[in-house]
């Protein structure tokens, strides 16, 4: 894709003074922290797969808000729809009916697996699951939820209680009560937690932050089997795994499996306005007869993220990018494993499905350095998984060029080469990093 000059580059002095600005204003600890990784720049163009920074430096995104950018930034079709629904109408009155929420609620009906009918629009992932857990409470009359060890739904707190990791949980106790975590891709677990109390099962088809944990298709089908036994509602959170990401669809493509709800945020707009989503069959929508206002958000569903949601749905049609999400996925998964096979003492292992891939390194620090290495490289990557500090993860456009799958894998190879060398000195043994496995 031929690429616009850069065009609103902030003046580099103005630059330095928001980035003070930043660490005195909003995080000075996040200041800190990307201070050492190297930028020193605010982000201020992006256009499909790069980001310019204040100085005009040029970088490959390759995690994309967490996931979010599956049709590149700013992509034109999204970009168009959203400007002819501001001209007419930003936000919605929320009394006459909302057009644009029909619209994108009938699409994904008509693309969603079995009978995913209803859609409630809010405004993000945690949102979304905010929402599932009410909804599954309401509509099986149980309280109990059953979710997975290194599971990441959110960071509010019911999102939370269904979540891995006592780090991000513990300073918030108590979160909701009548949690049940199970370790993940584990039948017999699942088998022995669900039963006639449970209200939902909460699982990613691939745990994100969790560190790129595919989940089988075995362990997805007996989910569903589990859940049938029981009453219980299996809920698939594709906030990640939506929309391509995985190379289907959906995540739970992969196993044949269809949720009673599914959960979708990120990509849903195309990375241009919040969205977040709740879709689910008729049987658990029933609830909302009793009162049509029992859950509502005041922005969820708004006129501008509806259009957007539309118009990016349309992309990831008449662009094949599913299918394109597959075969870029293989190539830039296929780079990545020779580098591994090159260097096993600094990669365990490259694993995942179409562009959702996780690297992981054999110390926490090793991750660092790598990292900070591709940093140099002007490649951006997910820093971090929340629940796993060992993996980082390749998550770009699902439209990433051939050139640009060389340029990510060539610094991988030379960031992870450059590690190799400076960790022959280092006694990994002796620092003491978190452990890689999630504490819950
Ligand atoms: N669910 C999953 C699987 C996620 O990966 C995330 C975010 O990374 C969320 C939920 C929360 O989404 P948000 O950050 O939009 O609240």
Same mark, same amino acid.
């Given at each position: 894709?031929?690429?616009?000059?850069?065009?609103?580059?902030?003046?580099?002095?103005?630059?330095?003074?928001?980035?003070?600005?930043?660490?005195?204003?909003?995080?000075?600890?996040?200041?800190?922290?990307?201070?050492?990784?190297?930028?020193?720049?605010?982000?201020?163009?992006?256009?499909?797969?790069?980001?310019?920074?204040? #100085?005009?430096?040029?970088?490959?995104?390759?995690?994309?808000?967490?996931?979010?950018?599956?049709?590149? #930034?700013?992509?034109?079709?999204?970009?168009?729809?959203?400007?002819?629904?501001?001209?007419?109408?930003?936000?919605?009155?929320?009394?006459?009916?909302?057009?644009?929420?029909?619209?994108?609620?009938?699409?994904?009906?008509?693309?969603?697996?079995?009978?995913?009918?209803?859609?409630?629009?809010?405004?993000?992932?945690?949102?979304?699951?905010?929402?599932?857990?009410?909804?599954?409470?309401?509509?099986?009359?149980?309280?109990?939820?059953?979710?997975?060890?290194?599971?990441?739904?959110?960071?509010?707190?019911?999102?939370?209680?269904?979540?891995?990791?006592?780090?991000?949980?513990?300073?918030?106790?108590?979160?909701?009560?009548?949690?049940?975590?199970?370790?993940?891709?584990?039948?017999?677990?699942?088998?022995?937690?669900?039963?006639?109390?449970?209200?939902?099962?909460?699982?990613?088809?691939?745990?994100?932050?969790?560190?790129?944990?595919?989940?089988?298709?075995?362990?997805?089908?007996?989910?569903?089997?589990?859940?049938?036994?029981?009453?219980?509602?299996?809920?698939?959170?594709?906030?990640?795994?939506?929309?391509?990401?995985?190379?289907?669809?959906?995540?739970?493509?992969?196993?044949?499996?269809?949720?009673?709800?599914?959960?979708?945020?990120?990509?849903?707009?195309?990375?241009?306005?919040?969205?977040?989503?709740?879709?689910?069959?008729?049987?658990?929508?029933?609830?909302?007869?009793?009162?049509?206002?029992?859950?509502?958000?005041?922005?969820?569903?708004?006129?501008?993220?509806?259009?957007?949601?539309?118009?990016?749905?349309?992309?990831?049609?008449?662009?094949?990018?599913?299918?394109?999400?597959?075969?870029?996925?293989?190539?830039?998964?296929?780079?990545?494993?020779?580098?591994?096979?090159?260097?096993?003492?600094?990669?365990?292992?490259?694993?995942?499905?179409?562009?959702?891939?996780?690297?992981?390194?054999?110390?926490?620090?090793?991750?660092?350095?790598?990292?900070?290495?591709?940093?140099?490289?002007?490649?951006?990557?997910?820093?971090?998984?929340?629940?796993?500090?060992?993996?980082?993860?390749?998550?770009?456009?699902?439209?990433?060029?051939?050139?640009?799958?060389?340029?990510?894998?060539?610094?991988?190879?030379?960031?992870?080469?450059?590690?190799?060398?400076?960790?022959?000195?280092?006694?990994?043994?002796?620092? #003491?990093?978190?452990?890689?496995?999630?504490?819950?």
């Amino acid at each position: 894709m031929t690429l616009p000059i850069p065009q609103y580059l902030p003046d580099p002095a103005d630059d330095a003074q928001l980035i003070a600005d930043f660490e005195a204003h909003v995080n000075p600890a996040l200041a800190t922290v990307l201070k050492f990784i190297g930028f020193d720049a605010t982000e201020s163009y992006a256009r499909g797969s790069l980001v310019f920074d204040s #100085h005009g430096r040029k970088y490959l995104d390759c995690l994309g808000g967490y996931g979010t950018m599956s049709l590149g #930034h700013s992509h034109p079709h999204v970009v168009e729809a959203v400007k002819t629904q501001l001209e007419r109408m930003s936000q919605s009155s929320r009394v006459l009916f909302n057009g644009p929420q029909a619209k994108l609620g009938k699409k994904l009906a008509e693309i969603a697996p079995g009978d995913l009918q209803y859609a409630f629009f809010c405004n993000s992932g945690t949102e979304a699951a905010e929402a599932a857990i009410k909804f599954a409470r309401i509509a099986t009359g149980r309280t109990r939820l059953v979710s997975t060890v290194g599971a990441y739904h959110g960071k509010t707190t019911g999102a939370l209680a269904v979540s891995g990791r006592d780090k991000y949980k513990k300073p918030f106790a108590p979160l909701l009560p009548d949690v049940v975590s199970v370790p993940f891709n584990d039948i017999a677990a699942l088998e022995a937690a669900v039963d006639e109390n449970v209200a939902a099962v909460l699982l990613e088809p691939i745990q994100g932050e969790g560190g790129i944990i595919v989940g089988t298709d075995d362990y997805l089908r007996a989910a569903r089997e589990i859940c049938d036994k029981t009453g219980a509602l299996l809920v698939c959170d594709e906030v990640q795994t939506g929309l391509g990401r995985t190379g289907k669809m959906w995540g739970c493509d992969w196993a044949g499996v269809a949720p009673d709800m599914m959960l979708l945020a990120k990509a849903l707009s195309g990375g241009v306005v919040p969205i977040g989503a709740v879709l689910g069959t008729p049987r658990v929508w029933e609830f909302w007869q009793e009162n049509p206002l029992i859950h509502s958000s005041t922005f969820g569903g708004n006129p501008l993220a509806c259009a957007a949601g539309l118009a990016a749905v349309e992309v990831i049609e008449n662009e094949s990018l599913v299918a394109r999400s597959l075969t870029q996925g293989e190539k830039l998964m296929a780079r990545l494993q020779q580098t591994q096979a090159k260097f096993p003492q600094c990669v365990k292992e490259v694993r995942g499905r179409g562009l959702m891939i996780g690297v992981e390194f054999g110390h926490e620090d090793v991750t660092s350095l790598v990292l900070t290495g591709l940093a140099q490289r002007d490649v951006l990557v997910v820093p971090y998984t929340f629940n796993n500090p060992t993996v980082s993860r390749f998550e770009p456009a699902l439209n990433i060029s051939d050139d640009e799958i060389d340029w990510a894998a060539n610094a991988f190879e030379e960031a992870v080469a450059q590690t190799a060398m400076l960790i022959e000195d280092i006694d990994m043994d002796e620092s #003491h990093g978190e452990e890689a496995a999630p504490e819950d």
